[in-house]
């Protein structure tokens, strides 16, 4: 029985002799079984084998088995942080110990690596001055673990029990020894390094202390900034004209500073760039610097909370700041366009009674809320549609001056006669992509149907009912409004053979589009064409100032080469799909693109065909 005994002591301290490292990359049933292993043999040595083996080493025996289980434990307890274990066996094993035994047993344990050393080999260590030893040992006293032994005494509060006690203590001893002997070892061998080494210690604090004095300037004047009266006086400005919105209140709206707060806004948002940028330099002197450079632990961490105040700052200025600017901006084109347009005053040119002023007035306050939300539901105005005050949108447009509504016709087809009148559509139609919709009034339409299509996401110009004059002032309040921000125009496209010269002509000589005549006239001159980066009926549409820049800006040598290669490579995708795929493998914007596909088709490429055009671009 005492050689039985002896040889289960032997396996009960070399199981509970683990590293923790070790443990935590054991899987999960093997560390169930090893923690029922250890319970069978705290059972054998508690109860059949202490007098056979000596009290003293039955004693720290056991303490040590209850040692190894605690720090099982602990490595269920942080898995449990990341995942959820459905297991009574484990759960049961995590509640078995207190919260000061866990936290003492995980300080203990981050210097296991000393019981793979011995005094000579910690004095050697240093004498090649290397830098994991130096880094261990000034660990060792930064945690204070000179006093570890006081915060798990009896006497310390602590709810540590006196089996775990013990063990901790026996491993402290050991390490502890087994540095202060390192230590001393490579003094006597020259007392003069002692001081070197305290000597780097202190400049190496220096270094860290000027670095935080630096960081911390910057980071308090960033909090100072953010936190401060200036910016809740500009938010305070930017809701004051939200709620003018929201209010309806358009003469307030039109007459409300918006160039201030913008202004404000800008200003405050350089200043934060400003400071963003001090903490990139200061990104750049942990790299350039060689005291610093040298010291990787520092360098390390001062960089994570360089790089923590620079990530939460532009979050800060990317998802506040700008976002406020663009609701000014969004605002100030929305008043902009609604005085074009005719909503709320009109020009004298085109006459309208009070109901038609309402409908033009609930189009404007529509479509503005409209840029303001999540949820991107655009809706169409039809004759069950409440608005404001329960005025019913039937109501207005079924009086004298207005034709009837009719019901949704079983082509597709939803036709609406009105002289003023705003269109909008529902989210399942065109929404998919995410794709935002410009403001778009259609005025002075005189008497004349829209036609809204099942697939289509515009007016269906090859069958439109308008006259020239009214169709040039109608593409030229939405190319107008199509340079807003976070808004795109959809591409008002079914056929552009629809188009006629003398709808150009008209547009040649408006005075009423407000938009550069060269740039429209190119864009009317693509439609004709048909060029496929417009509407395709497939939900896509791409940003209308993509087109325009990209006649006038040429990318760069490298960009043409690489766009010109995937091009040609991708034959068998046409239309958005083959220009998106381009712009993804290229890492090119869509301007580049197409001004690219615009010289290869003066080539005589044929860009823009479809995909029958293949065996043309393999013969080019």
Not at 111 to 117: G, L, P
Not at 384 to 406: C, H, P
Not at 501 to 508: P, R
Not at 515 to 540: A, C, H, I, P, T
Request: hydrophobic share 35%.
């Amino acid at each position: 029985m005492e050689s039985e005994c002896i040889t289960i002591f032997r396996r009960a301290l070399q199981e509970a002799g683990r590293d923790y490292m070790d443990i935590v990359t054991m899987d999960t049933s093997s560390r169930k079984r090893m923690m029922r292993d250890l319970d069978n043999y705290y059972s054998t040595i508690g109860t059949r084998c202490a007098d056979k083996i000596g009290m003293e080493m039955a004693k720290s025996a056991l303490a040590n088995i209850k040692l190894a289980q605690l720090k099982i434990s602990l490595s269920f307890r942080k898995d449990s942080e990341n995942k959820t274990y459905d297991d009574q066996e484990i759960e049961q094993y995590v509640r078995k110990f207190t919260d000061d035994e866990y936290e003492a047993v995980e300080k203990l344990e981050h210097f296991s690596r000393i019981d793979s050393m011995n005094s000579e080999s910690i004095k050697t260590l240093l004498i090649n001055r290397d830098d994991q030893i130096y880094r261990l040992i000034k660990e060792w006293y930064n945690e204070n673990m000179e006093n570890f032994l006081s915060t798990i005494d009896i006497l310390s509060g602590k709810n540590v029990r006196g089996e775990i006690s013990q063990a901790m203590e026996e491993k402290y001893r050991n390490r502890f020894q087994k540095i202060t002997e390192g230590v001393i070892s490579f003094i006597q061998i020259d007392p003069g390094q002692i001081k070197k080494l305290f000597n780097n210690y202190e400049r190496v604090l220096k270094i860290s202390l000027d670095l935080e004095n630096r960081r911390s300037k910057i980071e308090n004047e960033l909090t100072e900034m953010i936190s401060g009266n200036e910016l809740d006086q500009i938010y305070n400005k930017v809701l004051e004209a939200t709620t003018l919105l929201k209010n309806r209140d358009l003469a307030s709206l039109k007459s409300f500073d918006i160039e201030s707060p913008l202004k404000e806004l800008k200003t405050f948002e350089l200043k934060m760039k400003g400071k963003i940028n001090e903490l990139e330099n200061e990104m750049g002197r942990l790299n350039s610097d060689p005291d610093i450079s040298g010291n990787p632990e520092l360098r390390e961490i001062e960089m994570k909370r360089i790089q923590s105040l620079i990530g939460d700052s532009n979050y800060k200025m990317e998802n506040e700041i700008e976002s406020q600017i663009g609701t000014l901006n969004t605002l100030k084109k929305l008043i902009a366009v609604s005085s074009k347009s005719g909503t709320g005053t009109f020009d004298s040119s085109f006459a309208c009674s009070e109901e038609e002023a309402r409908i033009r007035e609930v189009a404007f306050f529509e479509t503005a809320e409209s840029l303001f939300t999540d949820e991107k539901s655009i809706r169409l105005s039809n004759p069950r549609m409440d608005f404001e005050g329960s005025v019913k949108v039937k109501d207005i447009i079924n009086s004298n001056t207005f034709s009837e509504m009719n019901e949704l016709n079983g082509d597709g087809t939803y036709p609406v006669k009105s002289r003023a009148i705003m269109y909008r559509y529902q989210k399942r139609r065109f929404l998919r992509n995410d794709v935002r919709i410009g403001v778009a009034f259609i005025y002075n339409v005189h008497e004349s149907e829209i036609y809204r299509k099942e697939g289509n996401m515009g007016i269906g110009i090859d069958q439109h009912p308008f006259n020239n004059s009214d169709l040039a002032r109608i593409l030229g309040v939405l190319i107008e409004t199509s340079n807003m921000e976070n808004s795109y125009i959809i591409a008002v496209i079914g056929s552009p053979n629809g188009f006629e010269d003398s709808v150009i002509d008209q547009v040649k000589n408006s005075s009423n589009n407000g938009v550069d005549s060269k740039n429209f006239l190119l864009l009317l001159k693509d439609m004709r064409n048909g060029n496929v980066y417009f509407n395709e009926n497939n939900g896509q549409s791409v940003e209308i100032s993509d087109i325009l820049m990209a006649k006038d800006q040429p990318p760069g040598k490298d960009k043409i080469e690489k766009i010109r290669r995937e091009t040609l490579d991708e034959l068998k995708i046409s239309g958005i799909a083959r220009l998106k795929s381009i712009v993804r493998m290229t890492d090119c914007s869509t301007k580049d693109v197409i001004y690219v596909w615009k010289s290869m088709e003066k080539e005589g490429l044929g860009i823009q065909s479809k995909v029958q055009d293949e065996e043309v671009f393999k013969k080019k």
